[in-house]
Nanobody, 124 residues
Framework: VQLQASGGGLVQAGGSLRLSCAAS?????????MGWFRQAPGKERDLVAA????????LYADSVKDRFTTSRDRATNTLYLQMNGLTPEDTAVYYCAAARGAWYSRSRSDYAYWGRGTLVTVSS
């Protein structure tokens, strides 16, 4: 399975971006939990948001609650991350990942497939 994240870029503080993650093989991840992680320079890769297999349940890091929203379109095998109210602290490379099972997890080790990241830079 190949995952490709897109939609990153440079935005001013307070702005918005929408990231997308497309899977290369249909059906392979439509029954898997999916997650968004981010990694800033010199820091670990941490979970930002995750969604279960049918989109009915989501999980967010405290730092992005009420600002970020993740969703998925199982018909097109696409995962989204809507990011509003961006701050310089959100600057990082963002990665999408597919979990080994139907539910999400906070642990990187529970994700079997990873996409190449997309860089988000928020200027002050």
């Amino acid at each position: 399975v190949q995952l490709q994240a897109s939609g990153g870029g440079l935005v001013q503080a307070g702005g918005s971006l929408r990231l997308s993650c497309a899977a290369s093989i249909r059906r392979t991840v439509s029954n898997n939990g999916m997650g968004w992680f981010r990694q800033a320079p010199g820091k670990e890769r941490d979970l930002v948001a995750a969604v279960n297999w049918n989109g009915g349940d989501t999980l967010y890091a405290d730092s992005v609650k009420d600002r970020f929203t993740t969703s998925r379109d199982r018909a097109t095998n696409t995962l989204y991350l809507q990011m509003n109210g961006l701050t310089p602290e959100d600057t990082a490379v963002y990665y999408c990942a597919a979990a080994r099972g139907a539910w999400y997890s906070r642990s990187r080790s529970d994700y079997a497939y990873w996409g190449r990241g997309t860089l988000v830079t928020v200027s002050s």
